[in-house]
């Protein structure tokens, strides 16, 4: 509200690309059609229904896999540059593994690349979304180190069907919440949890994984694809309570996302030192013959450093973090948290939304893109997520107000010299919320979950995002008529 009095529109700088964002298992649906096989989360949501909220789960979802032409039509309504979708291992590649292609789940892949195309909406394709076959899961999944040739062996695969016309190509999203949210707590499907122990050895398969197949993606295909191939990393800002504990905000953000950034980013690579000597003298204390953290070769180090064309950002909140004698004994032993040794927390003050973890901080957002700008030697940043939670509803001012503000800080980021190339919406429409499964909505577009159709309805925050698209303009005073449909 008080940024409404205070800006002057904004433009954009010229050639940054806006676009939006969703995810296979969120939106397709179809669970067992055409010959596609389970997946980690087929598994989960029918084995133990009632773990999402109300029961729900992703068999129909929004009904991409069939509605795939409406969804182009939306991303031609609001006139996105590009769409970042993902790919289902399991709808491609039934075996897990490349001895059999399913040809309709590639027929469905290409059918909505070249419908994009047909409108020159520029497809940005996530390899992997988090919907493991469920196969490689009963094999251990990303614990086990022959996930690197196995995620090797399926993105060649994406690479010879897709890479003609597919140019942004992201190995793996989110690999926190890949390793700790499934190996070391029960909030994301396997609900495997081994924290201080799986999650760590997660992370270390899954950064051998990426690099190499970007470095296959590098010698095999950029040569006659000409593409582009990065990683995605969730970051959120961690705020110290005071300058004391500035430290304890630092091994934080080091634990949380320097863990994925630091290998791969930094001049040293490896592991962040931090984590390598806090899990250590933790691991030592406990009685572990050696620390949990498992270790990189020197090979690995050089293979998995600077294994990226751009750093790829999913940015939604910020939390607040201190360290006191209180934090002693406050998390299980051994575990991640209990090794970073802090307590974070968000501000009841903070301005919320549907979803509890997600606040309005646009402040954090800032400071973020200042500390990748200063630690990384200002890498090229692609927001590939950002967004803002409701119930249904469709005139969405608390979203339109989010997206305003932290576009806002985005473009000062960008004055400073941050070197941001991409911005994408999460979520092109409301999809399944993985634990939250409906109840937390995140789409542009209003999805109805009553209607076999699954109707779509723009929500008063894509009129909004159209403006800003069509005119390059971030302008806090522009008030869309809703009673004007949303045509392309
Ligand atoms: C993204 O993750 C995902 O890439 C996307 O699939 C998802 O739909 C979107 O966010 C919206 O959530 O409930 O307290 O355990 C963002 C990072 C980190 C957000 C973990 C949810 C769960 C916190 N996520 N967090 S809690």
Redesign the pocket.
């Known amino acids: 509200v008080a940024n409404v009095n205070r800006h002057e529109a904004r433009k954009f700088p010229d050639g940054m690309l806006l676009g939006a964002?969703t995810?296979s298992y969120?939106v397709e649906g179809a669970w067992d059609e055409d010959g596609k096989s389970e997946n980690i989360w087929d598994t989960l949501t029918h084995r133990e229904p009632c773990v999402i909220a109300e029961c729900h789960n992703g068999d129909v979802a929004d009904n991409s896999y069939h509605l795939y032409k409406r969804d182009v039509e939306m991303m031609r309504e609001l006139g996105l540059d590009f769409y970042r979708f993902s790919l289902s291992w399991s709808r491609i590649l039934p075996t897990s593994f490349p001895d059999k292609i399913n040809e309709k789940g590639v027929e469905y892949y290409n059918n909505l690349i070249d419908e994009m195309l047909k409108y020159n909406i520029q497809p940005m394709v996530t390899l992997y979304?988090?919907d493991l076959p469920q196969k490689l899961q009963d094999m251990g999944g990303w614990a086990n180190p022959h996930i690197v040739d196995w995620f090797t062996d399926y993105s060649r695969v994406a690479f010879e069907l897709f890479g003609d016309r597919v140019k942004y190509w992201f190995t793996i999203?989110?690999p926190?919440?890949v390793c700790y949210?499934g190996y070391g707590?029960a909030?994301?499907a396997p609900l495997f949890t081994m924290s201080g122990y799986a999650d760590y050895i997660c992370s270390k398969n899954l950064l051998v994984a990426h690099a190499k197949v970007y470095h296959m993606y590098n010698n095999e295909f950029r040569p006659t694809q000409g593409g582009t191939i990065g990683i995605?990393v969730?970051m959120?800002w961690y705020e110290p309570v005071s300058e004391e504990h500035a430290e304890a905000a630092e091994d934080l953000t080091q634990f949380e996302w320097g863990i994925y950034a630091n290998p791969i980013f930094s001049k040293t690579g490896d592991f962040p030192q931090v984590m390598k000597e806090k899990v250590a003298a933790k691991s030592k204390a406990q009685g572990f013959p050696r620390s949990r953290l498992p270790e990189f070769t020197p090979e690995e180090i050089e293979l998995v450093k600077g294994s990226s064309d751009f750093l790829a950002i999913?940015h939604?909140?910020t939390n607040m973090v201190y360290r006191n004698e209180s934090v002693f004994g406050y998390h299980a032993s051994p575990s991640y948290y209990d090794d970073i040794d802090v307590i974070l927390y968000t501000d009841s003050s903070w301005e919320g939304s549907a979803?509890?973890?997600?606040k309005v901080i646009p402040w954090g957002f800032y400071k973020l893109l200042t500390k990748i700008r200063e630690d990384y030697d200002n890498p090229t940043i692609f927001i590939t997520?950002n967004?803002f939670?409701t119930r249904q509803v469709l005139v969405d001012d608390d979203r339109v107000s989010y997206y305003r503000q932290y576009l806002d800080v985005m473009l000062d980021a960008i004055e400073d010299g941050s070197d941001i190339r991409v911005y994408t919406a999460?979520?092109l429409m409301d999809?399944?919320?993985?634990?939250?499964g409906y109840t937390?909505r995140?789409g542009l577009y209003e999805v109805d979950y009553e209607s076999p159709d699954r109707t779509r309805t723009p929500r008063k925050a894509a009129y909004v995002y159209k403006e800003i698209i069509r005119s390059r303009t971030l302008d806090f005073h522009y008030e869309p008529d809703m009673t004007l449909p949303l045509t392309i």
Do not use: D
């Open positions: 964002a995810a969120q979304h988090w999203n989110e926190r919440e949210q707590s909030s994301m995605v969730s959120k999913n939604y909140t979803s509890p973890w997600l997520e967004g939670s999460w979520s999809n399944f919320e993985w634990l939250q937390q995140f």
